[in-house]
Each structure stands twice: as C-alpha cells, then as structure tokens.
C-alpha cells in the first residue's frame, strides 16, 4: 500500500450540494469556487442557471456545452484539500439524475432557505442521503432576511427530516438585526457587515461570553447571544463526529451566501469534518480506497459536449488505486480490455487530459456508445459497484414516428438515450410500440428533442393511461408464468430486458399486489 496513495486520498473531498430550488445553492457552489480561485467558473454556474428557468433555454444551454461540461464536475482547492463539487441539476424534473450524482459522494452539504425551513426537495433528497448514509453538513442560508427563529429551524430539520442538528456556530439577531455568527467550536465572533462581499473576514477570538467586548460589539445583543448559548449548552446535541459520519447527525452552519458571509467558515469546517473517500461495497466484497487495484464506476454520462466530435461523456468516479494515463483497465459487463489515453478532468472553464488521479476523483471517459451507467471499471478482478438506482417513472408517453421508415434510428437512439438514464424505455410484450417512462415530465421534452437533433428522427408522443411502473421478479417461476399469462397488457420490457408492470393507479397497483402476493414488485432497480 503506497504512502503517497493514501495521502492523496486523505487530502480529498467530493461532495454534492442538495437545497429546494432557491434555497440558493448556486449562489453559495459560486462563492466556494471562488475561495478556491475558480473565478471564472463562478460567473458560469451563475450564466447555467439564468437559463434554466424555461426548458427550451435550458435546452440550448445544454447545448452550449463548455457551461454544462465545467459545471457537472468542479474541482478546486482549498487549503491542502483537493474539493470535487458535484452538481445536480436544480429543476426537479431531473431529480433521478441527481439521486445517482449522489451515489458517487462522500458528503452533501444542504442548504435551507431560513425563511422557508425544510422544503419537498430537500426532503426528498435527503431521502436518497440517508439510504446511503452519506454524511450531511446542514448550511442555514439567507440570515440577512427575516427568517424563522433559529431554534424552530432546527426542530423543523429534526422532525421533517429525521436527523439530529448539532449547532456549529450561532447567528446573532436576523435581517436587519443580523450581527453576525458566533462559531460555538472555534469560539469565535464573526462580525457582519452588509453588502461587503470581504473574503478575508476578520474573526475575533472570544473564548468567554461574559467577556465585556462583546458587550462593546454587540449592544444590546450581547445579552441575546450570551442567553441563546446558555440555552444551546442545556438543549441542543453536542456535536459527535461518530454520529456525523453515521449520518445520524448533522452540524449546522448559518449564513448567508449572496454576501459571501459565514460560507469561508463553512468550507474550513466542511473539510475537516467531512470524510475522504471510504471503502465502497460491490457485489462481492467491499472495496477500500487505499487498494493498489485501480476502480471506478460510472454514474452520469453527458451527451454533445463538444459540438466537433458529438461526444458523450461517462463520468466515472475512482474507488480504489490510482488513475495513470494510458492505463489498462478491464470493462467488466462487455468483458473487454480498454486503454484509458484520454480521460479528461474538469477544471476551471477547461477540460484537461489527465496524467493522474486518485479516489474520490472523477474523470470523464469518452464514450463511444458501450459505456453505460453503472458500469464498473477495474484493473483486473471482474468487480461490480452497487448501489446505482434506477426509480419507478412516474409520466408516462407513446412513441410515435412520423416518418416509419426511421425506425432503425429511433431505436438506436432511444437504446442510447435510455443507457445514459435520459429517459427510460419499455417494450410491451402486445404490440411493437415505444413507451417511455420519465420520473419528471421535461425529460420527456429533452428525449424529444435529442431524437431530432442527434438521431434525425421526427416522431410526436400520444398520452397513455399508465401512471406508475414497478420491476417485478418472483422466485416461483410457474407463477411468475400465470402472473404474466393474466396481465399481459400491463407487461412491458426495460431497455435492458427487465420485465416491468405499468399500472394506470396507484390503486390499480395496490389491488394487482395484494391478489397477487408471491410477486415481487420493486420501485427501484440497480443499474447495469
Ligand atoms: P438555487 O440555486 O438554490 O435555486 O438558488 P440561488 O443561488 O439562485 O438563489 C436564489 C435567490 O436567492 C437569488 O435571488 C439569490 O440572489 C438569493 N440569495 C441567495 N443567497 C442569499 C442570501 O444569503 N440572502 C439573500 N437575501 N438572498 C440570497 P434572485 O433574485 O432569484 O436572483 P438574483 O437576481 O439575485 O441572482
């Protein structure tokens, strides 16, 4: 086990930011790029998500790639630590992207909007955050606002979401009265002054509160703070690293990110708090970072990013060993020896061919069409990385093709488009149609439009009674038989030839389970 594998894996953080939309996630992803000197990027995510408000502008936007290719990997430094900032898309409709974004972190830093508290979004993906057990530092945002008391925003994030806060620091007053935030674990005073947008904030040590500079700082408000903290110290949780990492509890940060307040303290505590990568399980054993063995699996891939060469992206996160250019790895699920000479890292505005990698890197793999998500790369021992979901679609449309004699390229297209998790496709087992299942309804929107431009096929959708899926499996084959023989019209094959039930309720489902109870009905799939 080399030294330098595992210093570099030490020094390494990759994490993921999850808010509802507006929360202010990508004013807060702009300021940390820009304490790691990112600055171009910075006006980039600001440029991506102007245009992300009406989908054919997010659409065009895809298209001009240079802003998508450098806003889904950013990797940037601060202090000793190497940061990959993952995004995820902000719109909900393309929340299934953003759950298997979250398969390839360390950590998810989540924002709340303090005036709003927990919103649907940021239940739902804390959802995914604690299926994994992915460790989350919570960021209470916008404090120069008048928002809900402080004390109600951590019960709000207790009950709604399941996780104990533990207060890193406390804002004193909020909107006009904001102060500033006392770091409880530095027992430091960080002093708020409106609209300046300081990087270098000037901290002031305060180890005792009843120290009478307070007084001189805060007024009247020293009196607020001194109570708050004297109430924090009897009621709320005292920070425990253990219970971070189990994802049990989550440290709590206020601030607010349009003034560029409290996020430098965010980030020192976020890499010292958050873990570097960690072993990872596959289906047969569990994998450590530190292993020589080279791994990696692919959790995303983006198609047209260059407008020269059509190309699609597989990014691929590192699990195990290092990453040399030129390398041999084995592709396991087509059983085949590739050469990885241009993988290509994501830094600044630029995409950079690669020398060297480590865990909790990721590269971008160019892809020919035999990359898919959930494939896993490996030196040599055939390995197969779990954990990468595919979710029930919820919308539901038929294909139809203007012009039939284009069925070979919608084909092709669609077997494409569902291998990278665009949309996801089903062939019923009566009749030759298309069905395409999506978790939110602009994906739809987006498949139709990448069918024209990149497969030249015109085809139009038609509505279809079904409104929820489920994969189905059952250990009794004569029954799984009968099951099928019964509702062969509700039958239908996933791209990768998984056979899946679509339902048009809910409650029709319900009924289907419970005559039927030897059938196994999934809402999620693994990948690959
Ligand atoms: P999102 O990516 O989570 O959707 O949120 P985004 O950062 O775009 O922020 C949403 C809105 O909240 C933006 O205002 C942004 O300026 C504002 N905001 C972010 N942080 C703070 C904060 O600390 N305090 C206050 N008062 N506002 C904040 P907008 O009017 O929608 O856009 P813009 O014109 O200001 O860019």
Known sequence: MSKRLQE?????????????PDAGKTTLTEKLLLFGGAINLAGAVKARKAARHATSDWMKMEQERGISVTTSVMKFNHRDFEINLLDTPGHQDFSED????????????????????????TEKLMEICRMRNTPVITFINKLDREGMDPLDLLADIEEK??????????PIGMGKRFKGVYSLYRKQLNLFTPGAETRNQELITIEDLADARLDELLGDQAIELRGDVELLEGAANPFDLEDFLKASQTPVFFG???????????????????PAPGPRMTETREVRPDEEQFSGF???IQANMDPAHRDRIAFLRICSGKFERGMKVRHHRIGKEVALNNAIIFMAQDRAHIEEAYPGDIIGLHNHGTIKVGDTF???????????????????RRVRLKNPLKVKQLDKGLTQLAEEGAVQVFRPLLGADWILGAVGVLQFDVTMERLKNEYGVDAVYEGIDFATARWIDCEDAKKLEEFQKKNQANLALDAEGNLAYLASSEWRLGYVQEQWPEIVFHKTREQG
């Open 378 to 396: 490996s030196s040599k021992e055939p390995l197969k990385f779990t954990g990468i979901p595919s979710f029930a679609p919820e919308h539901f």
């Open 8 to 20: 570099e894996i030490a020094r390494r953080r990759t994490f993921g930011i999850i808010s509802h």
């Open 256 to 274: 607010s990110a349009v003034n560029n307040f409290g996020v430098r303290e965010l980030l020192d505590a976020f890499v010292e708090l958050a």
């Open 98 to 121: 953003t759950y298997r974004v979250l398969t390839a972190v360390d950590a998810a830093l989540m924002v709340i909007d303090s005036a709003k508290g927990v919103e649907a979004q």
């Open 298 to 300: 692919v959790f995303k």
């Open 161 to 170: 979401l399941q996780i104990e806060c533990a207060p890193l620091a406390w």
